[in-house]
């Protein structure tokens, strides 16, 4: 075998090996891409909530108005898929630039996620959502709050683990006014239709973590449901 040929051989491999380093490495360096993104985001949020605005009070009660109306009519649109796809609240319009009603942390998992109002295809690819038609993340009784997110998104791990979180396991909401505190209570598997697992139960305050089942395919869906500690 010639010089070329045992040059060119090396050069073949070397690029297969690239490659090969470059698969596995690829989806750490999007994740930690996502996250720095998200400390800037979060940065950016605290900023807007830290100035004396009138109109963050006027979001909360208006707000725990929609989620007392919610909890008042049984939740009659949450079978439309549209109607919580769409956000109910532009945030702009009360002083939060970013359009996120706060973020999640999750200590079991490692990750902290914005929230965006509305589950549509767009904000699932930024982060975690509230699905429009269940309860604004604000607390308060006979509230629970939807948030769902991806599970095999390229670019961030999200909430691909949920299915590690335990009961007793917290959850931290901060919204724009408060940072609540949450425990896993139950998890369940459902159909995709089955909306209905998902309705406010009265006197309780919960949030409900929703994320596909099982990964990587998407024909069932994950829930992860949370009970506010005092």
Do not use: W
């Amino acid at each position: 075998m010639n010089k070329r040929k045992r040059l060119t051989i090396r050069i073949i491999a070397a690029l297969i090996l690239l490659a090969g380093i470059t698969v596995l490495v690829y989806p750490y360096v999007t994740n930690f891409l996502y996250n720095t993104q998200v400390t800037q985001m979060v940065q950016s949020f605290e900023a807007d909530i830290l100035k004396d605005d009138s109109r963050l009070e006027q979001l909360y009660q208006k707000m725990v108005a929609e989620n007392e109306q919610l909890f008042a009519n049984g939740q009659q649109n949450l079978y439309d898929p549209f109607a919580y796809e769409q956000p109910g609240l532009d945030l702009t319009q009360y002083g939060l630039t970013d359009n996120i009603v706060g973020y999640i942390t999750i200590p079991k998992m490692d990750i902290v996620l914005p929230i965006y109002l509305g589950a549509s295809n767009g904000n699932l690819k930024l982060g975690a959502v509230h699905l429009t038609q269940t309860s604004y993340p604000v607390g308060g009784p006979n509230t629970n709050s939807l948030i769902a997110a991806h599970r095999g998104y390229s670019k961030a791990l999200m909430f691909r683990k949920i299915d590690v979180l335990e009961i007793g396991d917290a959850i931290e909401i901060r919204n724009f006014r408060e940072t609540l505190t949450y425990r896993v209570i139950r998890t369940e598997e459902i159909d995709a239709n089955d909306i209905s697992a998902v309705f406010i139960q009265p006197q309780k305050e919960l949030i409900t973590l929703m994320s596909c089942q099982p990964y990587p395919r998407n024909y069932m869906r994950y829930l992860v449901f949370c009970e506010r500690m005092p």
